[in-house]
């Protein structure tokens, strides 16, 4: 099996698929949050957008530690700073995915705070986990964009306005 190509195979699905979304982003309402414990739709659309780095970011280190002041969120606030932080990731990730060999998936990679591990996964799992984030923050996008009135475009098959 080519565990590289179905990453790269699905990273590129979701790719298409979140340009969608992100082509129709509303610039005017970055401040928009559904509950005032949700994220802006700034936020989540920026953060979106950068976990299409993360596997490259996972393929070239060991771990994340939130603590450590090494990864923070850029500041976005238009529809084209979005798309352009997006293609950037999602080319760096695929690049990334093209130069790994299958035993490049097999060590560990964590998410810490402080030094202690919160989460552990191989590196492919750690991947896999990034897309499922994709997944499910995407569909969070599309919630803010429904209560917005705006027409969703389809995911994984058609909407009710599509």
Known sequence: MDTLKQLRDELA???????????????GKNDY?????????IHLATHIAEIFGWAG????????????????????STR???????EDNFKQ???ALESAT?????????LKMNGHVLAKWTKYGAIRHSLDQITHH??????????NEMKLPGSYGPTADV
Do not use: C, N
Not at 33 to 41: A, F, G, I, V
């Open 93 to 95: 990730s695929i690049k």
């Open 80 to 86: 084209q700073e979005i798309l352009d932080v997006f």
């Open 138 to 147: 995407r569909a969070q996008l599309g919630v803010y964009y429904r209560l």
């Open 13 to 27: 699905q979701e790719y298409e698929t979140t340009k969608a979304f992100f082509e129709i982003y509303p610039d």
């Open 57 to 76: 970011f996972m393929l070239h280190s060991s771990d994340l530690d939130l603590s450590d002041g090494s990864m923070k969120p850029k500041i976005l």
């Open 33 to 41: 949050k559904p509950h005032e414990k949700s994220m802006s739709m």
């Open 102 to 110: 299958e035993e490049d998936l097999l060590p560990d990679w964590a």
